[in-house]
């Protein structure tokens, strides 16, 4: 059974270039998260869909970033204009249902470089 | 969710046992107790949780304490590959997201 799968591994954009990062989940789940972890620091909590919903994106930064988990094709992060400070591995998990006992798996992320 | 603390590094011999300490002092009757690791250059992968009985699976043991104010992973035979930042995070009624604090950094030595 494949697990999470997440690409591109390795992306580099420009300044102002747009980033679309891609996860598609474990086959039978409809939860997704996604998180970024900055060079030298702990991963933090970005987003958590289920299919066609966003169901928080509190930790979203409010201009620039979107994210969707379309009915068909793999959730996608998309970053617009990006900056040097989006420089970071993004990854993404999935979970089969929405209970807290239930464990999330992850990608090997996707390595955002900016330019 | 409530906050963890954990010790900021660890070493451990290869094939001996490893004690990873975690305390949850705030922790809420109806929190999980779950614990991720994650290897350089890869994505977290999750170790094991529970709510208030020691679990055991075939990658650690989860001890926890009787009043669930701290916890502790047990890794049986540490090998190389064990070599990672632990992860140890409650996760309660707020919502599913995971909230990873700084962690502990198992150091393996040959």
């Given at each position: 059974?494949?697990?999470v799968?997440?690409?591109?591994?390795?992306?580099?954009?420009r300044?102002?270039?747009?980033?679309?990062?891609?996860c598609?989940?474990?086959?039978?789940?409809?939860h997704?998260?996604?998180?970024?972890?900055?060079?030298?620091e702990g991963?933090?909590?970005?987003?958590y869909?289920?299919?066609?919903?966003?169901i928080?994106?509190?930790?979203?930064?409010?201009?620039?970033?979107?994210?969707?988990?379309?009915?068909?094709?793999?959730?996608?992060?998309r970053?617009?204009?990006?900056?040097?400070g989006?420089?970071a591995?993004?990854?993404?998990?999935?979970?089969?249902?929405e209970?807290?006992?239930?464990?999330?798996?992850f990608?090997?992320?996707?390595?955002?470089?900016?330019? | 969710?409530?906050?963890?603390t954990?010790?900021?590094?660890?070493?451990?011999?290869e094939?001996?046992?490893v004690?990873?300490?975690?305390?949850?002092?705030t922790?809420?009757?109806?929190?999980?107790i779950?614990?991720?690791r994650?290897?350089p250059?890869?994505?977290?992968?999750?170790?094991?949780?529970?709510l208030?009985?020691n679990?055991?699976?075939?990658?650690?043991?989860?001890?926890?304490?009787e009043?669930r104010?701290?916890?502790?992973?047990?890794?049986h035979?540490?090998?190389?590959?064990?070599?990672a930042?632990?992860?140890?995070?409650?996760?309660?009624?707020?919502?599913?997201?995971l909230t990873?604090?700084?962690?502990?950094?198992?150091?393996?030595?040959p």
């Open positions: 059974n494949a697990g799968m997440q690409n591109p591994r390795h992306l580099v954009r300044r102002g270039q747009e980033a679309r990062l891609r598609s989940p474990v086959k039978g789940h409809s997704v998260y996604w998180y970024r972890q900055l060079p030298e991963l933090k909590f970005m987003v869909l289920q299919k066609e919903n966003i928080d994106e509190s930790g979203m930064p409010k201009e620039r970033f979107s994210a969707e988990f379309p009915k068909e094709g793999p959730s996608i992060l970053i617009q204009q990006v900056v040097r989006d420089s591995a993004y990854f993404c998990a999935s979970s089969p249902k209970r807290k006992n239930q464990p999330q798996h990608g090997d992320g996707t390595r955002l470089s900016i330019l | 969710d409530a906050k963890t954990q010790p900021n590094s660890m070493e451990s011999n094939e001996e046992p004690h990873l300490p975690c305390n949850h002092s922790i809420s009757g109806t929190d999980y779950h614990w991720y994650q290897l250059s890869q994505g977290p992968e999750y170790v094991i949780h529970g208030t009985s679990v055991n699976n075939r990658m650690a043991s989860l001890a926890i304490a009043d104010k701290s916890s502790t992973l047990i890794l035979r540490a090998t190389l590959r064990d070599a930042v632990y992860y140890c995070i409650l996760i309660g009624n707020a919502g599913n997201m990873f604090g700084g962690g502990t950094r198992l150091m393996v030595k």
